[in-house]
């Protein structure tokens, strides 16, 4: 059988099993799936080196399915090929059989790629169009630095590519010189309600690929030949400067007639309209398959693995980092922003371990990754990502599974754009790690379209779900000193995924020192009394601590506790609640949902009687040109934190 008949007869194979699947699942995208029936079939089963009996063979060639919906066909191949599913004594290979559990409850075949599910020839979970590219980039950024020859392939759809993220991946790819990642993007022209806009065509999307510097090839998507020299040529364009895209024409329904045009998109056929569907797609195979015997596919091996050089080592203390650096007046004046200490920290574990990696979006000058940049040893694991957030976090999840761990920086407030990809980070067991520098209203004088302020309510409800592994989803750290910054740090490095930092502007006094042990989960009480606890983090926790002078003059014996970490252990908490009357204030900068909420959720759980009471910023706030005048303004200042605290106890303060 010539290639070109092979290619046709394997993807019509792959689409009746695809129409299968989606029937018995009585749900699914089978007409997507038609449509990549053969550029699938000359990735997986021609073009692309990888093993199936070892899918995440470390010098594997990749495929990214950023248009996820048409994971049908993908599984249909791996089952075709006894791909191995699982790890360890639970690992097997995909049967004909587990083709029909798709979408069940217990089955390792989710709705959408889902690598922690047991598909582990996928590196991300994609689903939520327009992040695959950028995890495709974050694997082709890994496989440079690595030296490997892995080519790493990235299928888009047509009406995704409107995301700007595949704007910003494209601009990505171009400025990182990007050659060994291929966009392909299916084009078959319709969405999910309707046609994809004139945007969108090949046309359109050609022109705008070589707008962004891109050697494009336009192609049948249904010509075996045409998709595999399409191929070979970004193959051998690999050692040029310029990125390749390939624009592939398609059919959405390709081959069942009475299933294209509008109106198909996630509906799978039953009954009579399968049987109907299935005779449709091997007619359409007669004259391309059925005068030819034989079978001219071949899967090519990857290349032998050799062992990455790792290096891992505790990284230096505090005090060694400012003595090496040339900060060592930053202990004589006795404070530090928590964001400088972050920068020192990166600096540091990127010298102790190899596999860090720092990712910024333009500001690494506020955030201080700049420590990582301006290093000659570890610049070449700096990736300026420009203001593009929702890619920088992408990319990292492809840098995560090109086995880094890359810490990524920007603004809190920027932060909040890319939540939908950290999100999907975390389903995708990804090992990443997030800091948000400018936190809260102590920014001030830049007013809150700087501000973090929703921030920790979001990564809070993070935290309180079970990842894959039975860990937090998500660690939510709030440094109150330099110390404390830079200990947590290195503990987000040595922990196995994803955790946001929180850090500010000011420059802050030390709490702490170097014997103070910060754990994630963990809290530390920096003051004990009887009669009531505050609770607080961060910033705030300076504020806090100037309360309690007032207070242990109005004679109120506080306890303060600083709560660094989400979740955290609540029963010793609520003990240490217990011993001061049961009287609890929850002091924070940022909107509600945050340390208050978690700890109301405690006591609520716990079913015992306290009384709780939380102070967080109540209002939009607006510039003013100091700490202590934005805090005044938002009812947080420390006469605020006094009074309020007082009035709990029924004492009238000074």
Known sequence: MSFEAAVHAKAIQLNHASLDMCATAGSGHPTT??????IVTVLLYHSMRWLPEHPQYPTSDRLVLSEGHAVPLIYAALADLGTVVGSGASSRPLTQDDLQTLREAESVLDGHPSPMEGVTFFDAATGSLGQGLSVACGLGIAAKNDGLDRRIYCIIGDGESREGQIHEALDFMADHKLTNVLPIFNCNGYGQADAVSRQQSPETMVKKLEAFGFMVVDVDGHN??????????FVDNQQSDQPFALVARTVKGWGVASMQGGGWHGKPTT?????????????????????LAGDDLRIYPPVEHANQQTTSKDPI??????????????LASGKLATRKAYGLALQAIGHANSDVYALDCDVSNSTFAENFAKDDALANRFVECKIAEQNM?????????GGKVPFCSTFGKFVTRGYDQIEMAMNSGANIKIVGSHCGVSLAADGPSQMALPDVAWFRSLSAVK???????????????AYAAYALTVAMAEYQGVCYMRTTRPEVEFIYSQDTIFNLGGFETLTEGRDLLIVSAGYMLHECNKALDSLDKAGIDATLVDLYSLPFESDSLLDIANQNGGNILTVEDNYGGGIGSAVADAVTDSGDAFTIQQMYVRKIPKSAR???????????HHTDITRTAAEMVGVVAV
């Open 626 to 636: 100091s700490e202590q005048a934005i805090l005044k303004l938002c009812g947080l």
């Open 271 to 291: 009954k009579d309209a399968l049987d109907q569907a299935h005779s449709e797609l091997n007619a359409t195979g007669v004259g391309l398959t059925s005068a």
């Open 33 to 38: 799936a038609l449509s990549l029936g053969h």
């Open 317 to 330: 203390s505090f005090k060694e980092a400012l003595n090496l650096y040339g900060m060592q007046k930053v």
């Open 224 to 233: 075996p030949e045409a998709i595999q020299k399409a191929i070979e040529q």
């Open 393 to 401: 976090f992408s990319v990292a999840v492809g840098l995560s599974a």
């Open 467 to 481: 990842d894959h592994r039975g860990n937090p989803g998500c660690y939510v750290l709030q440094p109150a000193d």
